[in-house]
């Protein structure tokens, strides 16, 4: 079985700190993402990386910053937390396939963030 | 702007009843992905859908990708509480280079099935 693991399910932070996020993946995916998930807003796309040390932004990349050394961890870096950080963290993983084919997308648990 | 629109984003109906989940999109998907998530945990798939047309039946739920591939449903029959949860469409839009492996998300909806 396919399995990522976020580091902390659970954190509170002050405002102004500096946050890491960690996710290692034991299925030699190339993607790795990591989503923010809030009420009524869904899945939205930070900043995803699809080989070592490559990164893409999503969707909401503002605030955040993303690390990928090893093909098998991918950390989210939030430089100067802020109260509208506060969320549910999901990292995932997938192999990089060609078209048509499907991308299944593995999610971790969740971290859930507290920002005060 | 959502490119994949999710209706209804609340459903809560009585065990037995049947219901209907649609994922609508004027954009066209390689494939198409149906995710279920609980309180607390990470979404979890369900089905991958990839041909225009194709029907595929897991128990009591049933997927369908439309023609043109802008669009999916999922029916389930005879709603059980287990079925409770948050109910994720996803499309890849195929194509080239680093956007290969990404995934768009509906807003999901939110199933609650009573006893």
């Known amino acids: 079985d396919v399995k990522v693991t976020q580091s902390s399910r659970y954190l509170v932070k002050r405002t102004g700190e500096k946050v890491f996020l960690e996710c290692v993946q034991d299925?030699?995916?190339?993607?790795m993402f990591w989503y923010r998930q809030d009420p009524g807003l869904g899945l939205r796309l930070i900043y995803f990386?699809?080989?070592?040390?490559?990164?893409e932004k999503g969707d909401i990349p503002e605030g955040y910053s993303v690390s990928r050394e090893k093909k098998e961890r991918f950390s989210l870096i939030l430089e100067s937390a802020s109260t509208n950080q506060t969320s549910m963290y999901l990292c995932?993983?997938?192999?990089?396939?060609?078209?048509?084919?499907?991308?299944?997308?593995?999610f971790g648990e969740g971290s859930w963030l507290t920002v005060v | 702007t959502q490119l994949l629109e999710q209706s209804p984003q609340f459903l809560s109906i009585q065990e037995g009843e049947n219901l209907t989940v649609y994922c609508n999109s004027s954009?066209?998907?390689?494939?198409l992905q149906w995710y279920r998530q609980e309180p607390g945990e990470g979404p979890v798939l369900l089905v991958t859908?990839?041909?225009?047309?194709e029907v595929k039946k897991l128990k009591r739920l049933t997927f369908q990708f439309g023609d043109a591939r802008k669009d999916s449903s999922l029916h389930i029959t005879a709603a059980q509480p287990g079925d409770t949860g948050l109910y994720l469409c996803?499309?890849?839009?195929?194509?080239?280079?680093?956007?290969?492996?990404?995934?768009?998300f509906g807003r999901g909806t939110q199933l609650t099935v009573w006893p």
């Open positions: 299925m030699d995916h190339e993607n």
């Open positions: 996803a499309g890849a839009r195929g194509g080239r280079g680093p956007t290969l492996g990404r995934l768009y």
């Open positions: 954009s066209v998907f390689s494939s």
């Open positions: 995932a993983s997938s192999l990089s396939v060609g078209q048509g084919a499907g991308n299944t997308i593995y």
């Open positions: 859908v990839v041909t225009g047309g």
């Open positions: 990386s699809y080989d070592v040390k490559m990164k």
